[in-house]
């Protein structure tokens, strides 16, 4: 990929710098697009190639760089060869670059970018994300929308790389709260409201208890007479915390279908009840584990008693507690999945837990604990719907598609659609995906629905807005013409900037597959929209020459379906009509 030119350059400089091929591909990089000047296709930065000779300055780096590009030569797909600010830029012939970048985008298809040198010799793994994990019976607050939407997105990338990923929703069903929720159910509860919406009901149960527990000692001690009847196995309370489960999930499963996200198990803390308290005996027979006055079980990281690296594994009646069912959680899909990399997607907040997590792995004497990997993200502040702060992901859901349906009808160009609904939530949530993946994902941001909803600038709204203009003109000149075209037909600025930008896709992969950021890809397709909507202006179909229409129709596809690529990626649907 890069369609082959990044190969065919790395030949040529390895016969002149006596280097293998395989050492200089990463090196050379394609040139990102400018608006102010054509550039060369593809540059290789000197500085690369000195990275272990400390001794380079500045001025020595540029003669190096025009020594090299003296004793390289044009061949037939580089055409030009130059040199700028430490690097040698080289560019491709004109029409073996118009031909080849379409004809691979089409033949590759949705692999496009993925069958690049860059990914070459890339070792199959075995991967595990685990990702949203909601409370069942808490609020599905904006963090876990966050972590779906994240965990979805590298879980999407990797499985597009050919690794082989498991998709794990880990629930927070088990703990204290189900002390409160079966006592509270029995005093509130009522069963045809469980039956009919069962998170709404929970929650408001839930909110009831705690404000009664608070001010009654007996709800309190109930309470946790209830979720020990759990912990020790009475048929009748798991009985009740099996039904609130298999209710959620139901629910939830609903609602993630709308969002486009799948897992391939629902597991959750309850399953490791058992297999935490052999954690606890295993921690115990290292001499890991130290009683406290209080009666509480810790293990001292640090291991001269520095209070910031001391973790509770144990409440004082014997009980598990988060960090306990994580450890049991990671040695059981080790055992499961014998993964090469375990990937926990949550909020900064928990930083600290899972660095604890993962040291308490290494010293139980597990060497995968290094495969794990916590990948954090920032707090979003001020987001809420016209019923007040969100309660519930569905919340967000009916918003943006009940926004999107309005914004629709106030827009003249909006055609008359088939499910309209359904569009408006597809539009709807690329907007919130993109404004959410536009930054840093450790960075906290503020959010905004005016902003989310503009159908200008750098939105979701104009991704999809763009995706359905290029659809329509495949519909509406239909595909008699893309059978061959003339390469000389698409040398106007335009279409060149286009195959130039068409030519970096796989770069923005590999930086996506490297720092799991998606504001890369994101970045990418806005530009690449950008200049699609220029083109769109200038290279009419309509009235020009079949030669000119044919291929000018071919470089719009091959926008839209690298477009349509990248958008899947980031857990959104291209619609085609809005």
């Known amino acids: ?81 130059s040199t700028g600010q430490g690097t040698v830029n080289f560019k491709i012939n004109r029409e073996l670059l118009t031909k080849t970048v379409l004809q691979q985008v089409i033949e590759d298809g949705s692999k496009y970018g993925l069958k690049s040198e860059l990914f070459s010799g890339l070792p199959q793994k075995r991967i595990v994300v685990e990702f949203s994990s909601p409370n069942v019976a808490k609020k599905f607050h904006v963090g876990h929308l966050r972590s779906t939407i994240i965990g979805n997105f590298i879980a999407n990338l990797k499985e ?44 408001e149960v839930y909110v009831q208890v705690n404000k009664e527990a608070a001010d009654d000692k007996n709800v ?19 009985a ?11 629910e939830y499963m609903r609602i993630y279908k709308r969002l486009g996200v799948h897992f391939d198990e629902y597991s959750g803390e309850s399953f490791y009840r058992e297999k935490s308290q052999e954690v606890l005996k295993l921690l115990d027979s290292k001499g890991l584990l130290q009683k406290t006055l209080k009666g509480t079980a810790v293990v001292d990281l640090s291991g001269n008693g520095d209070p910031s690296s001391i973790c509770t594994v144990m409440r004082s009646d014997g009980t598990s507690l988060y960090a306990t069912r994580d450890l049991a959680a990671a040695i059981d899909r080790m055992e499961k999945y ?56 569905e919340d967000v859901l009916n918003e943006i598609r009940l926004r999107m349906l309005q914004n629709m009808a106030s827009i003249k160009t909006t055609k008359e659609l088939e499910n309209p609904q359904e569009t408006a939530e597809q539009v709807g949530l690329a907007a919130l995906i993109i404004q959410d993946f536009r930054g840093f994902l450790l960075s906290d941001y503020q959010f905004s629905w005016d902003r989310v909803f503009q159908s200008r600038g750098d939105t979701g709204v104009f991704l999809q807005y763009t995706h359905a203009r290029l659809h329509s003109l495949e519909e509406t000149f239909g595909c008699g013409y893309l059978n061959d075209f003339n390469t000389a037909c698409l040398q106007e600025p335009q279409s060149v900037s286009i195959l130039q930008h068409l030519l970096r896709f796989d770069e923005v992969l590999y930086r996506s597959s490297q720092d799991l950021q998606p504001r890369h890809i994101v970045s990418y397709l806005l530009t690449l929209s950008h200049l699609a909507a220029v083109a769109h202006r200038t290279l009419h179909i309509r009235n020009s020459p079949p030669e000119v229409a044919g291929a000018r129709l ?10 349509a690529n990248g958008m899947k990626l980031l857990g959104i649907t291209p619609v085609c009509r809005m």
């Open 554 to 563: 071919h470089l719009f596809r091959a926008v839209r379906s690298v477009l």
């Open 338 to 393: 014998n993964f090469d990399k375990m990937i926990y997607v949550t909020d900064k907040g928990q930083k600290k837990h899972f660095q604890q997590v993962f040291q308490m792995l290494q010293i139980m004497g597990y060497d995968w604990a290094e495969r794990c990997q916590h990948v954090p993200f920032g707090v979003v502040q001020g987001m809420k719907t016209r019923r007040g702060d969100v309660t519930f992901l």
């Open 1 to 81: 990929m890069a369609c082959g030119f990044r190969r065919s350059i790395a030949s040529q400089l390895s016969r002149v710098l006596d280097l293998p091929p395989e050492n200089l591909i990463k090196s050379i990089s394609a040139v990102p697009i400018s608006r102010k000047e054509e550039v060369a296709d593809f540059q290789l930065s000197v500085d690369s190639l000195l990275e272990n000779n400390n001794d380079h300055s500045r001025p020595d780096i540029q003669i190096q760089a025009m020594r090299l590009a003296e004793k390289l030569k044009c061949d037939t797909v580089v055409s030009e060869i």
């Open 240 to 250: 009740l915390w099996q039904k609130f489960r298999d209710l959620s999930i139901e």
């Open 220 to 238: 309190a001690q109930s309470a946790h007479e209830f979720f020990q009847r759990l912990e020790l196995g009475d048929m009748q309370a798991l």
């Open 160 to 203: 597009a790389l050919g690794h082989q990923v498991t998709r794990i929703n880990y629930l927070g069903d088990w703990g204290m709260q189900f002390g409160l929720l079966g006592t509270g159910f029995q005093l509130f509860g009522y069963e045809e409201k469980l039956q009919s919406s069962p998170l709404q009901h929970l929650f």
